[in-house]
């Protein structure tokens, strides 16, 4: 009888580590956080944008739009030399109004 209890107990515990466990996974931040006022200047603006930055390989590429698989572009600006800032702007994408806009922020980013 004692050897069931003690059995049962270590089940218990067990069981009670595992659904910390889980609970802490699901309300953990997964990473870094863009800043609002940065992100205030791209939100709303993606319905009229013409392209899209974005990761592609670790460099930022050129996107058609923001769903786009294949890229119209990859330029050879490496992510990973990139701010933290930008990198989580290319990780949403980044809208470009127009070509001009467009070459803009690959001037910002490349420099």
Do not use: N
Not at 38 to 67: N, Q, T
Not at 78 to 89: H, V
């Amino acid at each position: 009888m004692k050897i069931k209890t003690a059995l049962l107990l270590c089940l218990m515990s067990a069981a009670a580590l595992s659904v910390c466990g889980a609970w802490r996974s699901l309300h953990r931040i997964t990473g870094p956080i863009l800043p609002e006022e940065v992100a205030a200047r791209f939100v709303g603006r993606e319905a009229d944008a013409e392209y899209f930055l974005r990761d592609s390989g670790g460099y930022v590429a050129v996107f058609s739009d923001r769903r786009s698989r294949e890229p119209l572009k990859v330029t050879p600006i490496e992510t990973k030399r990139l701010r933290q800032t930008d990198r989580l702007l290319l990780r949403d994408g980044i809208p470009a109004g127009d070509s001009g806009e467009l070459l803009h922020l690959l001037e910002d980013l490349g420099s």
